[in-house]
C-alpha cells in the first residue's frame, strides 16, 4: 500500500530524514515510534505530501508520488494526478483542526461535498453512520466548541474516514489529550485496526503500540534504528538506543 524509499529531507541545515525507507502492506497496522524531533511526523507529512522530499521515492497503492531520478533531481507527479494519490490517504493530526462554524455533522461532511463533489444527500447518511461508528451520534448538531478534546479528535476521524480513504495517518493523535480522554480515541483507532483499515500511527502510546500494531518502527535523530513485532521491539529490543528510550518510557 506505501512503498517509501531513501527517504531525505531538510530543513535549512537540518537533516530531519536520513535515507528512511519503509512499506506497509494491505491491512497493516504500523507503530512509529521515538524520541521528540526523531523525525516521525515529518516522515507522514513527507507521505500526503503536506512536506516536499529532497530525495527519494513514494508509492502509494502502486502509484508513483514522487522519484529521483539517476541527477539527483526530485520529481512529483502532476498537481491533479498527486492530488487523486494523496486522497487515498487519510491524516489525523493532534490538533483537531475542526471548522469552529461547522457543527459537528457539516464537519464530517465537508471535505466529500468540497474536494470530491459528492452530493450532500449522498454523504449525509455516510458522515451520520461514521459519527455512530466513534459513538458520537447524539452530537451531530453540537459545534466543536462544545466538544471534549477526546470527542474533537474523533470528529477529526470521522471525518478523515468520510474521503473513503485506503490509508490512515495518525500523527500523535493523542498527544494533545488529557488522559482520561486518550482511551475513547484508542477504541476507535483499535475498532479500524480490527477492521483490516492500513494504518500507520505515531504515537507516545506504548501501550497502544504493543496490542494493536503487526510492527513497530523506532526512529531516532531522522533513521529508523529498528523495526520488528511488539513483541521483539518491547520485550527484546536489539538496539541500545532502543533499550534506553524504552528503559525511560516505561518508568
Known amino acids: 500500500m506505501i512503498r517509501a524509499i531513501n527517504l531525505h529531507k531538510h530543513f535549512k541545515q537540518f537533516e530531519a530524514l536520513k535515507g528512511v525507507s519503509l512499506e506497509v502492506a494491505k491491512g497493516e497496522v504500523v507503530a512509529i515510534i521515538g524520541p521528540s524531533g526523531s523525525g516521525k511526523s515529518t516522515f507522514l507529512r513527507c507521505l500526503n505530501r503536506l512536506e516536499t522530499i529532497d530525495e527519494g521515492l513514494i508509492e502509494i497503492e502502486g502509484e508513483e508520488l514522487v522519484s529521483t531520478d539517476y541527477q539527483g533531481k526530485v520529481q512529483y507527479v502532476n498537481e491533479n494526478d498527486a492530488r487523486l494519490i494523496c486522497q487515498k490517504m487519510g491524516m489525523v493530526f493532534q490538533q483537531f483542526n475542526l471548522f469552529p462554524h461547522l457543527t459537528v455533522l457539516q464537519n464530517v461532511m465537508e471535505a466529500p461535498i468540497t474536494v470530491k463533489g459528492v452530493k450532500a444527500q449522498e454523504i449525509l447518511p455516510v458522515a451520520q453512520e461514521l459519527l455512530r461508528k466513534v459513538g458520537l451520534e447524539d452530537k451531530m448538531a453540537t459545534y466543536p466548541s462544545r466538544l471534549s478534546g477526546g470527542q474533537k479528535q474523533r470528529v477529526a476521524i470521522a471525518r478523515a474516514l468520510a474521503m473513503k480513504p485506503d490509508i490512515m495517518l495518525f500523527d500523535e493523535p493523542t498527544s494533545a489529550l488529557d488522559p482520561e480522554l486518550t ?43 529498528e523495526e520488528g513485532t511488539p513483541q521483539e521491539i518491547f520485550e527484546n529490543p536489539s538496539q541500545s538506543r532502543t533499550q534506553s528510550f524504552l528503559s525511560v518510557v516505561a518508568e
Do not use: C, W
Open 183 to 225: 482511551g475513547e480515541v484508542l477504541r476507535s483507532m483499535r475498532q479500524l485496526a480490527e477492521e483490516h483499515m492500513t494504518m500507520i500511527v505515531v504515537t507516545h502510546e506504548m501501550g497502544f503500540a504493543r496490542e494493536v500494531a503487526n510492527r513497530v518502527i523506532f526512529m531516532d535523530k531522522g533513521e529508523i534504528i
